[in-house]
């Protein structure tokens, strides 16, 4: 039935044709309303587009040998505390529906939800794992004598993570406790031939950090900055103009088209001076050289071999370029190191009981969450100060954030006026922000995005003060030139017809397509691009900069703006449907791709089932038909989905 009522939306013309028969090309293509799109945009690290993920098997909570029935899940709930079945209060207090509120405390509420045929653990697919975090749960015992209850420690960054510990004692027995994992790191005092070591930690990142040696990262001169949103957008974008003039000959790859390159960003220096307080490190070891040894892995740098490193280097530089301390949920590894130092009773039962089976219910809570920061977790535990060594050793690495060039670099580095041969490409950067634990109306920015947030405020400040940012701040972005055969860039090219859907920052590369497509050939008549935005005077992205024939070929759709006559927003999705006969035609088109880049929440899953709806509709299909054609589509690189 829902199948049905979305493709009533999808208008039959003069050139549909059923049975999977080839249209004719659209004489008279519908003109958009402004009117739609969803509003998701990248994460990142939030904030760009990232081709990999981190994910720890020994933070997987331990899975019940066989999956209990709803009988014996019925008995287990009932004899839960209260604490860890919330039956009322959690959903009011926090947006997300945790882990452990689940139902009433009715048994037919458990068989309404499972079936009799279904096991328990579906039931809390939602948790990291099969059930644990229900069938270890504490039992109350506030009624023995020897019940010597926990006192939650008293402070904001405690209260700020939310956790619901249940009945939890000093002399709770707690099993499966994660094992304290091995230091795998030391500092050394110096080589004396090595004592003028000077670092530029503020500037660019240490040498040793590589993302592919040979190679180093190249620290990028700005030459331009500016924001392309405008006052009153939800989500700011700035615009960067990176000088590549002197980056480094790598073999013949160069910048193309709907490349990417990966940016190296630093913790914001106000963050790691924080963690140094809370550790107590005093200011004059900080910024002191030192020698680091590894005993193996990749650490510290990005994509290195995996063996024991000794380098030079400061306690400064390794929390700003090579530990990320912001972007990752807490580990039970970290938990466990932060228990092992914590000199408060009360402090450290609570982190071995994150650490253990029966704590995985509220170890899962703060996983699912909002990120919490390291120096959020410090505050928190406030008796816990772990040597440096030992918190480098289980904290993630800092990884590059990818961002896709947002024009063709052959035509920034001709932009007229450009002094002295100088070679450009071109980037948008979203501003991922997310609520700080310091204060109820606070935010912060996620690493990337943050840094170059900075880096444009202060290159739009200077000039706003007369003053030459080039000149006199030598602002510089570390970057590689990295994944240039990137979906978007290896199946770019030809001179067939292309629709491009795009939602927020998943616009940028689409306008290094238009202009490179218009600067080869006069085929505006062959590209059609379907952009969502919030609001089109705040939100739209390089509004006039698609070249003269910016009119003819873009659809700007607005989700926030309601028009008269709309009873609820519009989106990508149903302007897709709207333009199924586009759609239908470039599909079927020698040479004819339809590429889509964005959110895959929201955006990208819509955009899937409107093109579905269209291959039904135009082709005459059923569902799996129509799944199978955009599949046998993308697998000849027809249709092509950047999605993050």
Not at 7 to 32: E, N, W
Not at 234 to 257: A, C, I, Q, S
Request: include cysteine.
């Amino acid at each position: 039935m829902a199948t049905d009522a979305r493709l009533k939306h999808i208008p039959t013309t003069s050139t549909s044709r059923s049975g999977g028969s080839l249209p004719s090309k659209p004489r008279d293509i519908p003109q958009l309303s402004a009117q739609a799109h969803p509003e998701h945009s990248p994460r990142s690290s939030g904030e760009s587009i990232i081709w990999s993920g981190n994910s720890s098997e020994s933070e997987a909570p331990l899975t019940p040998n066989t999956e209990p029935q709803v009988d014996e899940l019925v008995d287990k709930l009932q004899e839960l505390p209260a604490a860890a079945v919330d039956l009322d209060g959690g959903e009011k207090q926090r947006g997300r529906r945790a882990s452990t509120t689940l139902i009433s405390e009715s048994p037919e509420d458990i068989r309404r939800l499972l079936g009799d045929g279904e096991t328990a653990t579906k039931l809390i697919s939602q948790c990291c794992g099969g059930g644990c975090c229900l069938l270890n749960a504490l039992a109350p015992d506030t009624a023995s004598p020897t019940y010597d209850p926990i006192l939650i420690p008293d402070n904001h960054a405690f209260r700020s993570l939310n956790l619901r510990l249940g009945p939890l004692g000093l002399d709770t027995e707690l099993t499966n406790v994660t094992p304290l994992p091995p230091v795998n790191m030391a500092f050394d005092s110096i080589p004396a031939n090595q004592s003028s070591h000077v670092s530029p930690v503020h500037h660019q990142p240490p040498a040793y950090v590589q993302p592919h040696p040979p190679y180093q990262v190249y620290s990028a001169p700005v030459y331009h900055a500016r924001e392309l949103t405008k006052p009153g957008a939800e989500k700011r974008t700035f615009h960067f103009d990176l000088d590549v003039t002197d980056y480094p000959d790598e073999g013949g790859v160069d910048f193309k088209v709907g490349g990417a390159i990966g940016i190296c960003p630093p913790n914001a220096p106000e963050i790691v001076d924080e963690l140094f307080d809370v550790l107590c490190i005093p200011k004059f070891v900080r910024d002191k050289p030192v020698t680091l040894k590894t005993t193996g892995g990749r650490w510290p740098t990005i994509w290195g071999d995996d063996k024991p490193r000794e380098l030079v280097t400061t306690r400064r530089e390794l929390l700003t370029w090579c530990s990320d301390v912001q972007s990752h949920p807490a580990t039970k590894q970290l938990l466990r190191v932060m228990a092992e130092y914590a000199d408060a009773p009360n402090e450290r039962k609570i982190l071995l009981y994150l650490s253990s089976a029966q704590g995985q219910a509220a170890f899962c809570d703060l996983r699912t969450t909002s990120h919490i920061t390291t120096a959020q977790l410090l505050h928190a535990f406030p008796s816990s100060k772990p040597p440096l060594p030992a918190l480098l050793t289980v904290l993630n690495q800092l990884t590059p954030r990818f961002y896709s060039l947002s024009n063709d670099p052959h035509i920034s580095s001709a932009r007229p006026g450009l002094p002295g041969n100088r070679r450009l490409i071109e980037m948008a950067v979203t501003i991922h922000e997310t609520p700080d634990w310091h204060t109820d109306s606070a935010s912060r920015t996620g690493v990337g995005s943050g840094f170059m947030e900075r880096i444009a405020h202060a290159f739009i400040n200077a000039e706003n003060q007369g003053i030459d940012p080039r000149a006199a701040l030598d602002l510089r972005v570390p970057m590689f030139r990295g994944l240039m055969a990137n979906p978007l860039s290896r199946q770019f090219g030809g001179e067939g017809p292309m629709v491009l859907i795009g939602a927020g920052v998943g616009m940028a590369p689409f306008r290094g397509f238009i202009l490179n497509r218009l600067k080869n050939a006069n085929c505006a008549n062959k590209i059609w691009l379907i952009q969502g935005v919030r609001d089109s005077m705040v939100d739209e992205l390089y509004s006039g900069e698609l070249g003269d024939h910016e009119a003819e070929i873009k659809r700007v759709v607005q989700s926030r703006k309601f028009r008269p006559g709309y009873s609820e927003a519009k989106y990508v999705q149903d302007e897709v449907r709207l333009q199924a006969d586009i759609v239908w035609f470039v599909i079927n088109a020698l040479d004819g791709r339809i590429f889509v880049c964005g959110s895959s929440k929201g955006m990208g899953e819509g955009v899937e089932r409107a093109l579905t709806d269209v291959a039904m509709q135009k082709g005459g299909m059923c569902e799996t038909e129509a799944k199978e054609f955009w599949g046998k589509k993308k697998e000849d690189g027809q249709y092509i989905a950047e999605t993050w």
